[in-house]
Every structure is written in structure tokens, then in C-alpha cells.
């Protein structure tokens, strides 16, 4: 049986840096529509030149997209043990979508592991990344709508899987290795079970 599991989490949770950890500590496969949207733009991709402006504004890129390239990707990691979706479902539509797709290979979301860090960390955590990384969408202004963007697609999102009773919190203001043993100890627990 796979296992598979959603990282959820506003802008600069900190959903990637774990979702790597865990990725080589169980055998999971990170999929990050973030990263992937990414990397169409860094290739130039018909597709990269659409979401870009949508991305910089701090909006949504559709569900057909999105839907589409977590499908691939799915599709490319036959042997995965399951799969860590980080920045995926951000709608209801995506969320019913990706239940589909797991179900076709007898599959299921396990877990939905939410990230909890309050605005004023996200802001400052921002801030930090802009000058690390350079990301185009790292500015204060598209940080405010994507932050309200998170507020509003997380109420669409997090019932969905409230009422299967598999959303569990985590608190995300904690130093990266004190999340991820959090993360540590309900993964190691469900996993196996
Ligand atoms: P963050 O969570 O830090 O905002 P991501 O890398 O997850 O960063 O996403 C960056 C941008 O990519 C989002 O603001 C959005 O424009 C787009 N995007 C990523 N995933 C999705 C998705 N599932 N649905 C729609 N748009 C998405």
C-alpha cells in the first residue's frame, strides 16, 4: 500500500524544506507544483510564460494546469512509496481531482500535516528568502495577497479533509529540527500502520 500525505501550510511554512527531509527519510515523493511552475519558467515553457504573471501577482494559476502536471508527475514515479504533495490541492477542484487519481491506483490521502506559523514570522521569513534566493513573487506586495490567498483557498481546502478526520497541526514557528521531529513522530506512526 502507498502512503501519501499533503503538506499544508501558508507561503514560507517551511512545507519544502521538510518535505525534502522526509523524502529521504521515507521514501516519499516530494511533488511541488511551486517547483515544478518553476521550473517551466526556467525553461522557457509556453506554459512558464502564462503562470508567470499569475505567480509575480500572488494569484492562483488554474486548476487545468496544475491538475495536469501533478498527474504527470504522478505518472513518472511509478515505484514512489507515495507521494508528499506540497503546495497541492490549493482549491476544492484540485483536492476532488487528486482523489480521483489516487483512488485509480487504489490509493488514498493518509495524512494532511498543517503547518501553522502566524504573519508577522511568514513576513519576516519572506524578506529573508527574497534575499536569498530571488524569487520574482518574494515581495511584499504579492506576499500579501498570496498570504490572503491562503486564507481564503485553506477554508476552501482544510474541511475537505477535516471531516475525514486526517488533518493534524503542527506548530511551524519552531526551529526547522524541532518541526521535524514533530513531523517525525505522526509520520513514523502512520506510515506503518
Ligand atoms: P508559496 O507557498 O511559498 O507561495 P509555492 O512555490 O507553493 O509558494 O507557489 C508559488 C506560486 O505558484 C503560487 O503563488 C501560485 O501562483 C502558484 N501555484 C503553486 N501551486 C499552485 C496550485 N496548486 N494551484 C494554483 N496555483 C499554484
Do not use: C
Not at 10 to 27: H, L, S
Amino acid at each position: 500500500m502507498s502512503f501519501n500525505v499533503i503538506f499544508f501550510g501558508p507561503p514560507a511554512a517551511g512545507k519544502g524544506t521538510q518535505a525534502k527531509i522526509m523524502e529521504a527519510k521515507y521514501g516519499l515523493k516530494q511533488l511541488s507544483t511551486g517547483d515544478m511552475l518553476r521550473a517551466q519558467i526556467a525553461q522557457g515553457t509556453d506554459l512558464g510564460l502564462q503562470a508567470k504573471e499569475i505567480m509575480d501577482a500572488g494569484k492562483l494559476v488554474s486548476d487545468e494546469i496544475v491538475i495536469g502536471m501533478i498527474a504527470d508527475n504522478m505518472e513518472k514515479n511509478p515505484k514512489a512509496r507515495g507521494f508528499i504533495f506540497d503546495g497541492f490541492p490549493r482549491t476544492h477542484a484540485q483536492a476532488e481531482a487528486l482523489g480521483v487519481m489516487l483512488k485509480e491506483k487504489n490509493a488514498k490521502i493518509d495524512l494532511v500535516l498543517e503547518l501553522q506559523v502566524d504573519d508577522t514570522a511568514l513576513l519576516d521569513r519572506i524578506k529573508k528568502r527574497a534575499v536569498e534566493e530571488g524569487r520574482s513573487d518574494d515581495t511584499v506586495e504579492a506576499m500579501k495577497v498570496r498570504l490572503e490567498q491562503y486564507r481564503s483557498y485553506s477554508a476552501e481546502v482544510l474541511p475537505y479533509y477535516k471531516v475525514q478526520g486526517i488533518v493534524i497541526a503542527i506548530d511551524g514557528m519552531r526551529p526547522v529540527d524541532e518541526v521535524t521531529m514533530q513531523l517525525e513522530a505522526v509520520l513514523a506512526d502512520d506510515i506503518n500502520s
